[in-house]
Nanobody, 125 residues
Framework: QVQLVESGGGSVQSGGSLRLSCAAS????????MAWFRQAPGKEREGVAA???????MYADSVKGRITISQDNDKNMLYLQMNSLRPADTAMYYC???????????????????WGQGTQVTVSS
């Protein structure tokens, strides 16, 4: 079983930055994939960025150049550095992990089996 706990959300003005963190515990395997998703009120959950144990990354077109996903394997941490934030980035952000040994990355919800409780990001204009 994998547990994920997000932190780092908050309220910022347009153009500001935030860094989200996700602490992972339990067994995710040495070959894995993890991701950040977000969901705004009244909208479907969408993939923001994904990374695997080999360092491959994938980003949604809407965040490319502004958001960076990274990991610290020694600390079992996943990060999302968000710069040049826009009001459209306002959402609940979730950390997700696939089953162990699922190393290929996707930005689709059904690829991931474990989810955190979410952290709110609010960007004001």
């Amino acid at each position: 079983q994998v547990q994920l706990v997000e932190s780092g959300g908050g309220s910022v003005q347009s153009g500001g930055s935030l860094r989200l963190s996700c602490a992972a515990s339990g067994y995710i395997g040495s070959s894995y994939s993890m991701a950040w998703f977000r969901q705004a009120p009244g909208k479907e959950r969408e993939g923001v960025a994904a990374i695997n144990s080999y360092g491959s990354t994938m980003y949604a077109d809407s965040v490319k150049g502004r958001i960076t996903i990274s990991q610290d394997n020694d600390k079992n941490m996943l990060y999302l550095q968000m710069n040049s934030l826009r009001p459209a980035d306002t959402a609940m952000y979730y950390c997700a992990a696939a089953e162990p040994w699922t190393w290929w990355i996707r930005l689709l919800s059904d690829h991931y089996n474990y989810w955190g409780q979410g952290t709110q990001v609010t960007v004001s204009s």
